[in-house]
């Protein structure tokens, strides 16, 4: 190599030396970067409480039947009188009674001969209280019984079965979010001093949908709201 080719290549030597040295610490750079990055975790965080159902929907279903349509709806508005007396007596207003269109069946429609039924016509009907006064129709439902002894032929159904609802849970779900955030903080406070790290702010979070459901078959009163946040926070 002659004198005049040595210079040029000190200089490509040096920088590519340049080089290697600023690529060598833009990678060190990015990679803790990218560590830096990876150092989260993913926690999910649970709030339960429960609560009293504050609306009752107690269907009193009944069924009556007679040979003439006139005959049949006489014999509704006698029962359904009777079904009234006995609630208001027992403390409910007109306001929380509400009466529903009887489903009417003509039983001799498909039927012949001795196969009819001794009554032409079946009817069944609702009266529906619709009241804030839990207790009172906890108290009543079992007394209901003595309709019987007045002629009432009371129906049991799925379909008409008593509901308690809860309505008030935009009044609890705030604090419920903020003990499901602080279950979340604990879990990631133990994640995070497995790995020698420490908790640091949230970075992502979800809220979960909050249910509500009895708190077992036997009292249908008491309601559990539960929720779960799913939250993301980073190590530090």
């Given at each position: 190599m002659n004198k005049n080719d040595i210079a040029p290549a000190l200089v490509l030597?040096?920088?590519?030396?340049?080089?290697?040295?600023?690529?060598?610490?833009?990678?060190?750079?990015?990679?803790?970067?990218?560590k830096q990055a990876?150092?989260?975790?993913?926690?999910?965080?649970?709030?339960e409480q429960e609560v009293a159902a504050d609306l009752v929907l107690w269907p009193v279903s009944f069924s009556v039947s007679a040979d003439s349509l006139a005959d049949l709806y006489q014999v509704i508005d006698t029962d359904r009188n009777k079904?009234?007396?006995?609630?208001?007596?027992?403390?409910?207003?007109?306001?929380?009674?509400?009466?529903?269109?009887p489903v009417?069946?003509?039983?001799?429609?498909?039927?012949?001969?001795?196969?009819?039924?001794?009554?032409?016509?079946?009817?069944?009907?609702?009266?529906l209280v619709r009241s804030q006064q839990v207790d009172?129709?906890?108290?009543?439902?079992?007394?209901?019984?003595?309709?019987v002894s007045q002629g009432v032929l009371l129906t049991q159904s799925y379909e008409h079965?008593?509901?308690?609802?809860?309505?008030?849970l935009n009044e609890i779900k705030p604090q419920m979010i903020a003990d499901a955030t602080?279950?979340?903080?604990?879990?990631?406070?133990?994640?995070?001093?497995?790995?020698?790290a420490e908790v640091g702010a949230i970075?992502?979070?979800?809220?979960?949908?909050?249910?509500?459901?009895?708190?077992?078959?036997?009292?249908?009163?008491?309601?559990?709201?539960r929720v779960v946040t799913s939250v993301e926070y980073s190590l530090d």
């Open positions: 030597g040096a920088t590519l030396a340049i080089g290697l040295v600023w690529s060598g610490s833009y990678l060190k750079d990015a990679v803790q970067l990218w990876d150092r989260v975790v993913s926690v999910k965080g649970l709030a079904i009234r007396t006995f609630l208001k007596q027992a403390g409910f207003n007109d306001e929380e009674l509400s009466f529903a269109a009417v069946q003509d039983l001799w429609a498909n039927q012949y001969g001795e196969q009819r039924p001794p009554s032409r016509y079946k009817a069944d009907a609702v009266l009172l129709v906890k108290t009543t439902q079992p007394e209901s019984a003595q309709l079965k008593i509901q308690y609802i809860f309505t008030r602080a279950n979340a903080r604990q879990a990631a406070a133990q994640f995070a001093k497995d790995a020698d970075r992502s979070a979800q809220q979960g949908y909050f249910s509500v459901s009895d708190l077992d078959s036997y009292t249908p009163e008491v309601k559990q709201v």
